[in-house]
């Protein structure tokens, strides 16, 4: 073998000893991200549950709002003084 061709092997060698190193090293690479994505699609859906549950609890407050002024303002119904109040009892048995 010439020296040429000796050089042109151990060229081509170690750039293919090169791409599957930068190659084992990007599939390692892609493999966390690809946790850090699904690890964030998780959180992304812990928040939009969230979300509606804080979104129904607000809608509810809102309503109860919205009875105590129609007591109010439609009714005329007033809030009880402490006067006024009559505690329950408590059943015996």
């Known amino acids: 073998m010439k020296a ?3 050089l042109f092997r151990a060229i081509c060698f170690g750039f293919s000893v090169l791409l599957l190193v930068l190659s084992l090293l990007l599939d390692a690479r892609l493999a966390a ?5 699904a690890e964030r699609e998780r959180e992304a859906a812990r928040l939009r549950t969230e979300n509606a549950r804080l979104r129904a609890r607000c809608e509810s407050n809102l309503s109860l709002e919205e009875i105590e002024r129609y007591a109010r303002e439609e009714l005329g119904m007033q809030s009880l003084s402490g006067e006024q109040m009559i505690p329950a009892e408590e059943p015996v048995g």
């Open 4 to 6: 040429p061709e000796k």
């Open 33 to 37: 991200l690809n946790d850090l994505a």
